[in-house]
């Protein structure tokens, strides 16, 4: 039998990382459930994101997945150790794949990583790039404003770009040659994130390594799907309506079922 991929969000932000998945692995069913009853997590406590996270994986469990995905920075920053300890089916997470690929990147040891609050304070992507480098200076700072900035579609003009300006500020006066962007919503604001740093800067955007990362792992374990195209499901805590009309903007195609659950 055919088992699914489950990935899960605080909202719909996970679907840039969903976009990813079916790009590189188009036969793989996927059943996504985004939070969207308690999204923000970027401002809550660790308690409460693993806490969330737990139920969403309660709920992802019950469509017979073989592995699950967890699309959002603040969830893989707070959660994912404990989480990872308390279930036997595979769990990636978004932070390693991109604390690899910024490491990899980077010319002049200085690295940026930007994301929200909650990542942020949790220094989850500082701790893991010295793990793996610790010659690598670290400048992490909060960019709370773009979430609502990518979900209200404002991707350019004055007053994003002069938010932009002051959040990137830190990262510039370090001369930071790599920036992570460490949720799943800054990948949408790349254009002027990219206009303010430069074009010699690389924006690590970890969605195609995350990819990659589940790939490798059903290949290992034998759990690739065969040669019929996946199906993809969308399941939602609360407002489907509002998801469906951003969907477009952050999978790249309209969804056109999106399914209202209870996680109760
Ligand atoms: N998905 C979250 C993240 O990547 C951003 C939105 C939120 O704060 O819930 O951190």
Redesign the pocket.
């Known amino acids: 039998m055919r088992k699914t991929i489950g990935v899960f ?3 719909v ?2 679907l840039t990382v969903v976009k990813e998945l079916i790009r590189q692995l188009p036969n793989e069913d996927i059943v996504y459930f985004g ?1 969207t009853a308690r ?6 406590s660790r308690e409460t994101v693993i806490r969330f996270s737990i139920e969403n994986i309660l709920f992802l469990l019950k469509h017979d997945v073989k592995l699950i995905c967890v ?7 707070f959660a994912l150790p404990v989480i990872k300890n308390h279930f036997r089916v595979p769990i990636v997470g ?1 932070i390693t794949p991109g604390v690899r690929e910024a490491v990899y990147a980077t010319q002049n040891k200085r690295v940026g990583v930007i ?2 609050r ?2 942020i304070n949790s220094r989850a992507y500082e701790l893991e790039i010295k793990q793996l480098d610790p010659s690598v200076k670290v400048t992490a700072v909060a960019c ?1 404003l773009f ?1 609502p900035f990518a979900e209200e579609g404002w991707l350019e003009g004055s007053v994003v770009m002069q938010v932009a300006r002051s959040y990137l500020q830190p990262l510039k006066a370090a001369g930071v040659d790599t920036v992570i962007l ?5 990948p949408l604001l790349k254009p002027v994130i990219k206009k303010i740093m430069g074009k010699k800067v690389e924006l690590i955007d970890s969605a195609k390594q995350v990819a990659v990362e589940v790939k490798n792992i059903l290949a290992a374990e034998g759990l690739c799907n065969g040669k019929r195209k996946g199906s993809h499901k969308f399941c939602v805590s609360d407002n489907p309506d509002w998801f469906k009309s951003l969907a477009t903007r952050f999978l790249g195609h309209d969804i056109k079922d999106v399914t209202k659950v209870s996680l109760s």
Request: include cysteine.
């Open positions: 969000d605080s909202g932000g996970g939070d999204v923000p997590y970027g401002i809550k699309a959002c920075n603040t969830v893989s920053s978004v994301g929200t909650g990542t709370p979430v460490g949720c799943t919503h800054y």
